[in-house]
């Protein structure tokens, strides 16, 4: 086998990097990498510097991938190590660079160590690994990071010694919901009654909602929305890094993969939410409004969302990170993973302490979490999954 670093995914034949990663993942196509690159939404201007890992077999054929960028800042990773940075500025050392395996700017769980059908998936595993902490050493980087793993890529990358880190965000689940109202009948009768009047509050202000998808939208609506997903970040004092450039090449060639949510007051675009889809899940991703309705940002990123995933079957809804209050309106939390390996052997004796204390910290605010659950009690308290939980 043979392992290089490709700094341009569009200097991959065309093709290539999907036959491993396949299309399902909406943000693990080339055509979405390849766009943040091509349109700098990644690179000098937001310190994310392409590294992606390929390992070809025997016979020159692409068999492994992995996303992997050098990073001179932790910004846009959502996994958040400023104090461990800081730790290592006090102790006279530099955090940055460092080498991080994620899609920028999404706090979406998925693989992260790609292998193709049909391929010796432990030597290619075990090839992206060794490559990696490779480049680490080579890149004079401090550490290496593998963010928003999934269960599998976590235990195999535990087993080359990284670290693990735990979190919770909060997704919802379909359980074979035929409408909307059939979603609500599972809630107890307040949480129920509350979810009705945040939509009939928007419905009363006149506001019409209409899902489009990234290929059946034109410019002017996507200047719209890209207006609104800018001044949200403003209003926040971050940084919008996708250029409207970025969003209409995507809607070029990936556009059934997103699913524009769109809130009109008269003809007027007055709000609107950015996902993206699988065929298995939706993804919420940006939002952003002209004016402010009572509960239209509910509406807008939450309850159109739990429509689109009842309509077309889809069993899973994760609508970015964080946000407790996304709990009593049907999104249970759920527990995930990223997996670290730092060079320094005292700093990461450290920092393993500190994440074995934050994991048991994780596990309770999990279950806490779960206590408060929307659904009602003779449906049982279910965890991330859909699953019942007995704790």
Known sequence: MRAAVITRLDDLADGQWNRVAGTRNPFLRSEFLAALERHR????????????????????????????????NSYGEFVFDWSWADAYQRSGRAYYPKLVS??????????RLLVRDGADRAAIIDALVHQSLELTRATGSSSLHWLFTTDSDTDELLDYGLLRRTACHFHWHNRGYRTFDD????????????????????????????????????EELWATLHRFYRSTFEQKSGIATLSLDFFLDICQTMG????????????????????????????????????????????TCYYQGIDYCIEHKLSLFEPGAQGEHKLSRGFLPTLTWSAHW????????????????????MLDYYKEMLGYSPYRQDQGVHGEDGKKYDG
């Open 102 to 111: 994620s899609i920028p700017f999404t706090p979406v769980t998925g693989p």
């Open 41 to 72: 939404c990644v690179g000098e201007s937001f310190g994310w510097y392409p590294q992606h890992l390929v390992v070809y077999n025997a016979d020159g054929e692409l068999a492994g991938v992995a996303p992997l960028y050098l990073k001179d």
């Open 183 to 218: 979603f609500l009948q599972q809630l107890n009768s307040r949480k129920r009654k509350k979810l009705r009047r945040e939509r009939r509050y928007v419905a009363e202000a006149g506001i019409r909602m209409e899902i489009i998808h990234g290929d059946e939208a034109s």
């Open 256 to 299: 059934e993969q997103v699913v524009l949510v769109c809130a009109r007051d008269g003809r007027r675009v007055v709000a609107g939410a950015i996902n993206l889809r699988s065929d298995t899940a939706l993804y919420g991703r940006h939002w952003g409004c002209s004016e402010r309705y009572h509960s239209l940002h509910f509406e």
């Open 342 to 361: 730092l060079e320094d052997v005292p700093f990461r004796e450290a920092v393993s302490r500190f994440l074995a204390n934050e994991h048991e910290l």
